[in-house]
């Protein structure tokens, strides 16, 4: 029997760890939504988003931001808190849920290209907190890329960061799998970056058809 490298060992577990990956991405996508949830879950669920869709809410008043960014985006912009959040943590960096969801909400209004994005810069630098809104946009594009993706893979399309935003069955599960892997790891933004590159390349493949077509019943 050949011997085998440490190094080729280690390429091979990367690839079965990434492929792993993907596979429970594509299948939460294709299970979200369904099944009975607990009470008691659903209930924090729901007050957590009701206090975080608050802090939105007062954000786009304070800036006259567009209700899109509430009734539209809300829930979205909310799905990328948490493993937003783990980053900046594992930056050694703290700030309250305010600033990370001005961070968000700004990031979003720049790759939109909103009218009102001036101020919302303005207001970083006031804070002391601009220079994490780079990591905060880059995280966002890296997601969008991840979820096209998907979609590309399924539907044969791809979709703005507008629709994304509204396309909770999609950003949902992914979100819950990168904030697990920020978790677990770690990670900065520059460590995911590098990571997200694999999951990419193993998700623009993924073939299970049994998977794949409850995926495009879902979204179709």
């Known amino acids: ?64 931001l567009a209700p899109k960014f509430l009734f539209t985006f809300g829930t979205g912009i909310t799905a990328f808190y948490g493993p937003i959040q783990r980053l900046l943590e594992g930056s050694g960096i703290s700030m309250s849920e305010y600033e990370i969801y001005l961070l968000i ?3 979003v209004a720049i790759m939109i290209n909103d009218s009102n994005v001036g101020g919302l810069v303005q207001t970083l630098k006031e804070k002391g907190i601009y220079s994490s809104l780079q990591d905060v946009k880059e995280y966002i594009t890296n997601s969008k890329k991840l979820i096209n993706t998907v979609t590309k893979n399924v539907l044969g399309t791809t979709y703005s960061i507008s629709d994304v935003l509204g396309f909770t069955a999609l950003l949902v599960p992914t979100m819950n799998l990168l904030s697990d892997i920020v978790e677990e790891y770690g990670l900065t933004s520059k460590n995911l970056s590098v990571m997200l590159k694999g999951i990419v390349l193993s ?3 993924y073939g299970i058809k049994s998977i794949v077509k409850r995926i495009k019943n879902k979204l179709d």
Do not use: H, P, Q, W
């Open 203 to 205: 998700a623009s493949v």
């Open 105 to 107: 909400i700004t990031a």
């Open 1 to 64: 029997m050949k011997n085998i490298s440490k190094i080729k060992l280690n390429l091979v577990k990367e690839k079965l760890y990434t492929e792993g990956l993907v596979n429970r991405l594509y299948e939460d996508i294709a299970n979200y939504g369904e099944g009975e949830v607990d009470s008691k879950v659903l209930m924090e669920s729901i007050l957590k988003e009701e206090k975080d869709k608050s802090i939105i809410s007062d954000i786009v008043d304070e800036f006259k």
